[in-house]
């Protein structure tokens, strides 16, 4: 049996059709998938920027640290070479009898400075 006129264009209009759809259907998933993949890559590379720009910060701060104790007195010495301010809360000192001794104090370091603490 042959088709007739009529049937030819109604196959030839679905073919078109149904190759549209395809075309939609891949476009939309590969599109999809390179966003995902382009907004993956970005937040790698924000924490990478991120964490150098830590690492650079750190290394600019060198801050040195001596004690002495004497007669009851803790003296904590801190200077900052460093080219950054660096805040030190609190510094520990071992009074070699295995206890912790801290002046209790919180210094804010300006680059460079020099900051004696006393304690008894």
Partial sequence: MRATGDQRKRAAVSGIV??????????TV????????????????????????????????????????SGGTITVNAINRGGVSVSMLDA?????NGQIESPGVALFLCSPSHHSLRST
């Fill in 18 to 27: 149904a190759g549209v759809i395809l075309f939609a259907l891949v476009f």
């Fill in 30 to 69: 590969g599109a999809g998938f390179f966003f995902y993949i382009n907004h993956t890559t970005n937040l790698v590379n924000q924490a990478d920027a991120s964490k150098q720009n830590s690492i650079a910060q750190s290394s600019m701060e060198n801050i040195s640290l001596s004690a002495t104790i």
């Fill in 92 to 96: 520990f000192v071992d009074n070699g």
